[in-house]
Antibody, heavy 124, light 107 residues
C-alpha cells in the first residue's frame, strides 16, 4: 500500500541545522509532486514546501524561504527537507505528503494524500 | 492569504449522534476545499476533496458540502473511531492554508 515514513526529527539548538527524510513506497514516486507540512504545538497545519515530480521546481512558505531547502532522490524514493538557521517557532511535527494536483499550472494546487505519521523537530 | 476559520473549536457528541463541523474562508475558494481527520500519533487522513467528494475508502457517513466561503463536514452517526480532530484546507490559490481544526470529543 501507499506509505510515507518520515525520520530525522530531534532536539536542536536555535541557529542549528537538521535534515529530514521521507521514505516513500507503494506508488511511482517520480510521478508525483511532494510536500512538507508542519504543525506547531497547539496550532493548525501549515504547508511548508513542495517539489515538482522531476525535482526541477520548488516552492516555499514565506516563513521558511531562504532557510529551508526541499529535494528528492527518485532512485531512493525519498524526499528531504534541509533546515538551516532553525528558530524556536520552527518547533513542530513535520509531515511529508503526496501532493494531489487539482489545478495545474506553474505552481499547481491541490490536496494532500496520503501523509506520513510525522517527525518531531524541537528547537530549544 | 486566505484565512480558514473552523467552528466550533470543540464539539462534544454522543456516539450515534450527528456531528456538523463548519469551515469558513475569508474569501471565495470556489469548491477547492479538502477535509482531513487527525488522530494523535497517526498520519492525517484525507476525507473529502472538491468540497464534497469522498476520498477512497472513506465511509458514507462522512459528507461534505458548501462552496464559496462556507463549508460543512457532516458525520451522520458518530462511531468510536471518529473522535478526532478535523481540519479543512483550501487549494484555490497560494498559499494553500488550513483551518485551526475542530476537535470532536465524546460527550
Amino acid at each position: 500500500q501507499v506509505r510515507l515514513v518520515e525520520s530525522g526529527g530531534k532536539l536542536v539548538k536555535p541557529g542549528g541545522s537538521l535534515r529530514l527524510s521521507c521514505a516513500a513506497s507503494g506508488f511511482t514516486f517520480s510521478d508525483y509532486y511532494m510536500s512538507w507540512i508542519r504543525q506547531a504545538p497547539g496550532k493548525g497545519l501549515e504547508w511548508v514546501s513542495y517539489i515538482s515530480s522531476t525535482g526541477s521546481s520548488a516552492k516555499y512558505a514565506d516563513s521558511v524561504r531562504g532557510r529551508f531547502t526541499i529535494s528528492r532522490d527518485s532512485a531512493k524514493n525519498s524526499l528531504y527537507l534541509e533546515m538551516n538557521s532553525l528558530r524556536a517557532d520552527d518547533t513542530a511535527i513535520y509531515y511529508c505528503a503526496r501532493h494531489r494536483i487539482a489545478i495545474a499550472g506553474a505552481d499547481p494546487l491541490g490536496w494532500f494524500d496520503p501523509w506520513g505519521q510525522g517527525t518531531l523537530v524541537t528547537v530549544s | 492569504e486566505i484565512v480558514m476559520t473552523q467552528s466550533p473549536a470543540t464539539l462534544s457528541v454522543s456516539p450515534g449522534e450527528r456531528a456538523t463541523l463548519s469551515c469558513r474562508a475569508s474569501q471565495s475558494v470556489s469548491d477547492n476545499l479538502a477535509w482531513y481527520q487527525q488522530k494523535p500519533g497517526q498520519a492525517p487522513r484525507l476525507l473529502i476533496y472538491g468540497a464534497s467528494t469522498r476520498a477512497t475508502g472513506i465511509p458514507a457517513r462522512f459528507s461534505g458540502s458548501g462552496s464559496g466561503t462556507e463549508f460543512t463536514l457532516t458525520i451522520s452517526s458518530l462511531q468510536s473511531e471518529d473522535f478526532a480532530v478535523y481540519s479543512c484546507q483550501h487549494y484555490n490559490n497560494w498559499p494553500q492554508t488550513f483551518g485551526q481544526g475542530t476537535k470532536v470529543e465524546i460527550k
